[in-house]
């Protein structure tokens, strides 16, 4: 008997993957609605089972494994261009897959959050670094980014500027709403009950999701412009 073989195509995946993050958006929202306007914010344990801004629940568990998820099509990708003969791109891909699973595991057990009273602690930072672990993880960030630039020059431009803007869309959220929530964390004994702080913060998980989507499509493609398949059923072949 044949086996069926689904070929998985960057933009059903994408798709799917959005249809995701919009469920997952919505289900935070109206548990939040729930609390701020009624104060319901348990609802048979469903509010914090979709909370965005919690740990060990169907959100985290789903950022953790998009991005396991891409560092596997990174680890494919290197894979391929090893194929080709171009060990300078196996190397960058490579890294750039050991990157993405210390990003899944830090998604799924906070190993940021660790860092903050420490950081905070020894640096005295406040305000927009009240959440200090920004300074270590931005510094890398930025020494990241330079090191990417010149790879990303040689990529082709319809792959290089939608990873750019994945990274710029991730980063608005993991950095940048992290420290407007961050100063307003600060000011407040209860930030989960004040809504400008219920929006930086979701905002924040959703850019961070909403990036990673893009990434994701936009491996698919270039793994399709290397003849590569991602087959369901038949894993992986190649022209």
Same mark, same amino acid.
């Given at each position: ?43 048979? +344990?469903?509010?914090? /089972?979709?909370? %965005? ?6 959100? *985290? &568990?789903?950022?953790? @494994? =998009? ?77 990241? +980014?330079?090191?990417? /630039?010149?790879? %990303? ?6 792959? *290089? &500027?939608?990873?750019? @803007? =994945? ?73």
């Amino acid at each position: 008997m044949t086996p069926v073989c689904i070929e998985i195509s960057p933009t059903h995946a994408a798709k799917l993957l959005a249809a995701i993050v919009c469920f997952l958006g919505l289900m935070h929202i109206a548990g939040k609605i729930s609390a701020l306007a009624f104060g319901h914010s348990y609802w048979h +344990g469903l509010i914090p /089972l979709f909370d %965005l801004d919690e740990e060990f629940n169907v959100p *985290s &568990v789903y950022s953790g @494994l =998009a991005l396991a998820l891409s560092a596997g099509l990174l680890a494919i990708t290197a894979f391929a261009e090893a194929k080709l003969g171009r060990i300078g791109h196996l190397a960058f891909w490579a890294f750039l897959a050991l990157v993405f699973l210390f990003l899944a595991t830090d998604e799924l057990f906070e190993l940021h959050e660790r860092l903050a009273k420490p950081v905070r602690s020894a640096l005295n930072t406040t305000g927009a670094f009240y959440y200090a672990w920004i300074i270590p993880y931005g510094t890398v960030v930025l020494l990241f +980014g330079i090191f990417c /630039l010149r790879f %990303l020059a040689r990529l082709p431009r319809n792959i *290089s &500027v939608p990873m750019v @803007l =994945a990274g710029t869309v991730y980063l608005s959220g993991a950095i940048g709403m992290e420290m407007i929530g961050g100063a307003l964390a600060e000011e407040l004994e209860r930030p989960e009950q004040n809504p400008g702080y219920v929006i930086a913060s979701t905002l924040e998980e959703l850019l961070e999701m909403a990036g990673v989507v893009i990434f994701i499509h936009t491996l698919l493609r270039y793994l399709a412009l290397l003849g590569v398949r991602i087959e369901f059923g038949s894993g992986v072949t190649a022209d």
